[in-house]
């Protein structure tokens, strides 16, 4: 279950207080795939950052499997998302200097797997993403939906049960962006929560729930 | 894939900027080494050549100026052999030999040479209350002598012109200089008499290009006997450490001994011993710049570095990195710039200390592998210490603005 509970969040700008996020609750229950709406500045990006440990809240609190994501220190938190969340970037974040191959072994690496455990896993993730012959490929070698399937595949490398995706289908054409959500609709149907930041109605469709923000405030 | 592959395969990626982040630290570290290099071998030569040389303090009676080192000990006048004593029981730091010398011109086949009495060591170890005190006690603080006056082993006569002693020497016994022995065809084992007494050549002493060559060495008593002058020395040879000359040894022999003319060979030592020196405060002098220079420049670009790849940094807390894990990569690019520092540097100090040695010192320079570790310790420490507050910057870095700025 991840719950959101009365969250604010305050940014100060020229020495004014901005309200990003107003008094947000929420709650997402396991398997769920929620879409966030609303438009540029809402907020968006803001609550999906809260809900991944990434961003702390001015007020409220956030809290998953009974955690209070802020509550815990910075070092459990870490290992919290290890653990749980996977996170999709519309710019995929993909470390240039490093392979697929490698790009998908970082969270492993993380979790402190060995080698060579690494490279079978992340291996068997590219091939599920349909990679495998560009596994040896750095990003740029890439195009833009070969990098954001290796971008999927790095985000399933921890296992996460909660994926968070801000605007995972941004920078993709209709016919790449209809094979992304086909495979995060698939995550879902595994079992694993999804919340997705977007602005386009058609890909909002594919959530089972649909959230809007305006103004920082939370409308279903 | 481990966290030094990561490391590894972002600083090769960026290889131009590798080279000018490590640029620095390596020409610092690399003149140090060449510096360091060419002065430990500057010394070696310089203490060697003191070795060759012989004694390089001169004690004299007080009416005796110097004109030749060798010939000091002809001027005539004399000091008591006490004098030796006081020597030998002093506290005086630095005196690595003593050889006490009384010399006459004699006739031997028609032929002026001058007649030398010298102590052989064997009399300072007949002198037991001489070996618990003074110089016999003393610590080996310089030099590449380790035994005073060699007590512990026993040494070819030969060694005489270089090491100013010699083991015995009995009273109807000589050692022959390698140009009168040539002059006179005098061989080892042959029967020569001076001052009609026969004595028997033990020894023709290798050449040396100094008046000693035309010397005829006995037991100072002999001389002493033969001579009818008593208790008396004309000179005493003393090997200083060249480091204590440079330190006063001349001053304490002189307050010691006030009655005589202490001179040393001040210009060479003084010269040589400055010369390295300089070099050493050199070497400080580029330790403060490479610290300065080479610390602000490896924290400027990792500060850039950071900053450059905060959208990375971002990413990877997102992906579940600590900030300890941020800290230690950083930190580990730091070692790993380091280590190359180092390594670098040691490799072009030691060509240029191969290259210019002998033009600036003029002697032969090899590698010193000990500055190897050095060389890596400090551009190591550099590197950690100037990367420390990037790398804390890097480890404290807000996620969500990495990802949002870039």
């Given at each position: 279950m991840?719950k959101?509970?009365?969250?604010?969040?305050?940014y100060?700008?020229n020495?004014?207080?901005?309200?990003?996020?107003?008094n947000?609750?929420?709650?997402?229950?396991?398997?769920?795939?929620?879409?966030l709406m609303?438009?540029?500045?809402?907020?968006?990006?803001?609550l999906l950052?809260?809900?991944?440990?990434?961003?702390k809240?001015s007020l409220?609190?956030?809290i998953?499997?009974?955690?209070?994501?802020y509550?815990?220190?910075?070092e459990?938190?870490?290992?919290f998302?290890?653990?749980?969340?996977?996170f999709?970037f519309?710019?995929?974040?993909l470390?240039?200097?490093?392979t697929?191959l490698q790009n998908?072994?970082i969270p492993?690496?993380?979790?402190g797997m060995?080698?060579k455990q690494?490279?079978?896993?992340a291996?068997?993730l590219l091939?599920k993403?349909g990679?495998?012959?560009?596994?040896?490929?750095?990003?740029?070698?890439?195009?833009?939906?070969q990098q954001q399937?290796?971008a999927?595949?790095?985000?399933l490398?921890n296992?996460p049960s909660i994926?968070?995706?801000?605007?995972?289908t941004g920078n993709?054409d209709?016919?790449m962006?209809?094979h992304?959500m086909?495979?995060?609709?698939?995550l879902?149907?595994?079992?694993?929560?999804?919340v997705m930041?977007?602005?386009?109605n058609?890909?909002?469709?594919?959530a089972k729930r649909?959230?809007t923000?305006?103004n920082?405030?939370l409308?279903? | 894939?481990?966290w030094n592959n990561?490391?590894?395969?972002e600083?090769?990626?960026?290889?131009?900027?590798?080279?000018?982040s490590?640029l620095?630290i390596?020409l610092?570290?690399?003149?140090?080494?060449?510096i360091?290099?060419?002065t430990t071998y500057?010394e070696?030569a310089?203490?060697?050549?003191?070795?060759?040389?012989?004694?390089n303090?001169l004690?004299?009676?007080?009416?005796v100026?110097?004109?030749?080192?060798?010939s000091?000990d002809?001027?005539?006048?004399?000091?008591?052999e006490?004098y030796v004593?006081?020597?030998t029981?002093?506290n005086?730091e630095?005196?690595?030999?003593?050889?006490?010398?009384?010399s006459?011109?004699i006739?031997?086949?028609?032929?002026?040479?001058?007649m030398?009495g010298?102590?052989?060591?064997?009399e300072?170890?007949n002198?037991?209350?001489?070996?618990?005190a003074?110089?016999f006690s003393r610590?080996k603080?310089?030099?590449?002598?380790?035994?005073?006056?060699n007590?512990?082993?026993?040494?070819?006569?030969?060694t005489?012109?270089?090491?100013r002693?010699?083991?015995t020497i009995?009273?109807?016994?000589?050692?022959?200089?390698?140009?009168?022995?040539?002059?006179?065809k005098?061989q080892?084992?042959?029967?020569?008499?001076?001052l009609?007494?026969p004595?028997?050549i033990?020894?023709?002493l290798?050449?040396?290009?100094?008046?000693?060559?035309s010397r005829?060495?006995?037991?100072?008593h002999?001389v002493?006997?033969?001579?009818n002058?008593?208790?008396v020395?004309?000179a005493?040879?003393?090997?200083?450490c060249?480091k204590?000359?440079s330190?006063?040894l001349?001053?304490?022999?002189?307050?010691?001994?006030?009655?005589t003319?202490?001179?040393?060979i001040s210009?060479?030592?003084?010269?040589?011993?400055?010369?390295?020196e300089?070099?050493?405060?050199?070497?400080?002098?580029?330790?403060v710049?490479i610290?300065?220079?080479?610390?602000?420049?490896?924290a400027n670009?990792m500060?850039?570095?950071v900053?450059?790849?905060r959208k990375?940094?971002?990413?990877?807390?997102a992906?579940?990195?600590?900030?300890?894990?941020i800290?230690k990569i950083?930190?580990n690019?730091?070692?790993?710039?380091?280590?190359?520092?180092?390594?670098?540097?040691?490799?072009?100090?030691?060509?240029f200390?191969l290259?210019?040695?002998p033009?600036?010192?003029?002697?032969?320079?090899?590698?010193?592998?000990?500055?190897f570790?050095?060389a890596?310790?400090i551009?190591?420490?550099?590197?950690m210490?100037?990367s420390?507050?990037p790398?804390?910057?890097?480890?404290?870095?807000?996620?969500c603005?990495s990802?949002?700025?870039t």
């Amino acid at each position: 279950m991840l719950k959101v509970n009365k969250i604010s969040k305050i940014y100060t700008k020229n020495n004014n207080p901005v309200k990003a996020i107003d008094n947000v609750s929420l709650e997402i229950s396991p398997g769920d795939f929620v879409s966030l709406m609303g438009p540029s500045g809402s907020g968006k990006s803001s609550l999906l950052l809260m809900l991944g440990g990434m961003l702390k809240p001015s007020l409220g609190e956030v809290i998953i499997d009974g955690h209070s994501l802020y509550d815990l220190n910075p070092e459990k938190l870490s290992a919290f998302r290890l653990e749980k969340i996977g996170f999709v970037f519309q710019t995929f974040n993909l470390i240039p200097y490093l392979t697929a191959l490698q790009n998908v072994q970082i969270p492993l690496l993380l979790k402190g797997m060995s080698s060579k455990q690494q490279i079978e896993k992340a291996t068997a993730l590219l091939e599920k993403v349909g990679l495998l012959d560009r596994m040896h490929h750095e990003p740029a070698e890439l195009s833009i939906g070969q990098q954001q399937r290796v971008a999927l595949a790095r985000m399933l490398a921890n296992d996460p049960s909660i994926i968070l995706a801000d605007e995972p289908t941004g920078n993709l054409d209709s016919a790449m962006s209809a094979h992304v959500m086909q495979f995060l609709g698939e995550l879902n149907q595994e079992g694993r929560t999804v919340v997705m930041v977007t602005h386009d109605n058609n890909v909002a469709a594919h959530a089972k729930r649909r959230l809007t923000l305006v103004n920082g405030a939370l409308e279903e | 894939m481990n966290w030094n592959n990561f490391i590894f395969r972002e600083l090769f990626r960026r290889k131009a900027k590798l080279v000018t982040s490590g640029l620095a630290i390596i020409l610092g570290i690399a003149v140090i080494v060449a510096i360091t290099t060419i002065t430990t071998y500057s010394e070696k030569a310089i203490s060697k050549e003191l070795d060759a040389l012989g004694a390089n303090v001169l004690i004299l009676p007080p009416s005796v100026s110097i004109g030749d080192y060798y010939s000091a000990d002809l001027q005539g006048g004399e000091l008591p052999e006490e004098y030796v004593t006081l020597l030998t029981t002093s506290n005086i730091e630095g005196v690595e030999n003593l050889s006490p010398k009384l010399s006459s011109p004699i006739h031997v086949k028609g032929n002026r040479v001058v007649m030398t009495g010298i102590l052989p060591k064997n009399e300072f170890q007949n002198k037991t209350s001489w070996q618990g005190a003074g110089v016999f006690s003393r610590p080996k603080i310089c030099g590449t002598k380790s035994d005073v006056f060699n007590l512990n082993q026993t040494t070819p006569k030969e060694t005489l012109t270089r090491k100013r002693v010699i083991e015995t020497i009995a009273p109807n016994e000589v050692l022959v200089g390698h140009d009168i022995a040539q002059k006179l065809k005098l061989q080892e084992g042959n029967e020569i008499a001076m001052l009609e007494k026969p004595f028997k050549i033990v020894a023709v002493l290798p050449r040396t290009g100094t008046i000693d060559d035309s010397r005829i060495f006995a037991h100072l008593h002999t001389v002493q006997a033969l001579t009818n002058r008593g208790e008396v020395v004309s000179a005493i040879e003393v090997v200083g450490c060249c480091k204590q000359v440079s330190k006063g040894l001349i001053g304490k022999i002189s307050a010691l001994l006030p009655e005589t003319n202490v001179i040393t060979i001040s210009q060479i030592v003084a010269t040589q011993v400055k010369t390295n020196e300089l070099m050493r405060n050199l070497s400080l002098l580029f330790l403060v710049v490479i610290i300065l220079m080479g610390g602000a420049s490896i924290a400027n670009d990792m500060y850039n570095n950071v900053f450059e790849r905060r959208k990375e940094i971002g990413t990877l807390v997102a992906l579940g990195a600590s900030s300890r894990t941020i800290l230690k990569i950083i930190l580990n690019k730091a070692l790993v710039l380091g280590i190359l520092g180092g390594l670098g540097g040691y490799v072009l100090g030691t060509i240029f200390a191969l290259i210019l040695g002998p033009f600036i010192a003029g002697i032969s320079v090899f590698p010193v592998f000990y500055l190897f570790f050095v060389a890596v310790g400090i551009s190591v420490c550099i590197a950690m210490i100037a990367s420390y507050f990037p790398a804390r910057y890097a480890s404290k870095l807000d996620p969500c603005t990495s990802l949002r700025d870039t």
